[in-house]
T-cell receptor, first 114, second 113 residues
Framework: DAGVIQSPRHEVTEMGQEVTLRCKPI?????LFWYRQTMMRGLELLIY????????DSGMPEDRFSAKMPNASFSTLKIQPSEPRDSAVYFC????????????FGSGTQLSVL | GENVEQHPSTLSVQEGDSAVIKCTYS??????FPWYKQELGKRPQLIID?????GEKKDQRIAVTLNKTAKHFSLHITETQPEDSAVYFCAATLRGGSEKLVFGKGTKLTVNP
């Protein structure tokens, strides 16, 4: 298995632009998580899905952020409009078992908003 | 709110020495405590985890201990090697469930040859 696959690896955009981050979880994993990592705030949970259904989006910072999981093999995190403070590494992770136990992280998307 | 405090933020040891990283948590219902290792520019990877019904767990050179009464848990790395150099994150589940993890801020471990 190739593991959790995220794209793009790097994204540089200008303030106000729409950004879409993509994730393909490991096949058979029922849970998918989106995390954001910054030096100041560490790893923060944004939203997670169970069997493609969003369970908890309380970590989504603002209405500018939205996430979807149209099927078991694909999820997107969208930021519209983007702002410089959104600059961070965004990780997608999936897990095979119960909830957040034994997370498998993707390689992350380094987002820079100028 | 629920949080996980991790100390120290940086740790430097000589190759062959032991390293200890400590975390405290606030939610007494937390029942699952994983540790992740993140090398520079890479993804976090699970290295060891422990459940609340176990006091200690070992895997070769790494071990984790849990004190539920005091609400703290620790990562122990023995016979450190340069390839152990990385940022280590502890985490704890929230409110007795297993679906939400709160991470500590991380400890940057440097093992000097």
């Amino acid at each position: 298995d190739a593991g959790v696959i995220q794209s793009p690896r790097h994204e540089v955009t200008e303030m106000g632009q729409e950004v879409t981050l993509r994730c393909k979880p490991i096949s058979g994993h029922d849970y998918l998580f989106w995390y954001r990592q910054t030096m100041m705030r560490g790893l923060e949970l944004l939203i997670y899905f169970n069997n493609n259904v969003p369970i908890d989006d309380s970590g989504m910072p603002e209405d500018r952020f939205s996430a979807k999981m149209p099927n078991a093999s694909f999820s997107t995190l969208k930021i519209q409009p983007s702002e410089p403070r959104d600059s961070a590494v965004y990780f997608c992770a999936s897990s095979p078992g119960t909830g957040a136990e034994k997370l498998f992280f993707g390689s992350g998307t380094q987002l820079s908003v100028l | 709110g629920e949080n996980v405090e991790q100390h120290p933020s940086t740790l430097s040891v000589q190759e062959g020495d032991s390293a200890v990283i400590k975390c405290t948590y606030s939610d007494s219902a937390s029942n699952y405590f994983p540790w992740y290792k993140q090398e520079l520019g890479k993804r976090p990877q699970l290295i060891i985890d422990i459940r609340s019904n176990v006091g200690e767990k070992k895997d070769q050179r790494i071990a984790v201990t849990l004190n539920k009464t005091a609400k703290h848990f620790s990562l122990h790395i023995t016979e450190t090697q340069p390839e152990d150099s990385a940022v280590y994150f502890c985490a704890a589940t929230l409110r007795g469930g297993s679906e939400k993890l709160v991470f500590g801020k991380g400890t940057k471990l440097t093992v000097n040859p």
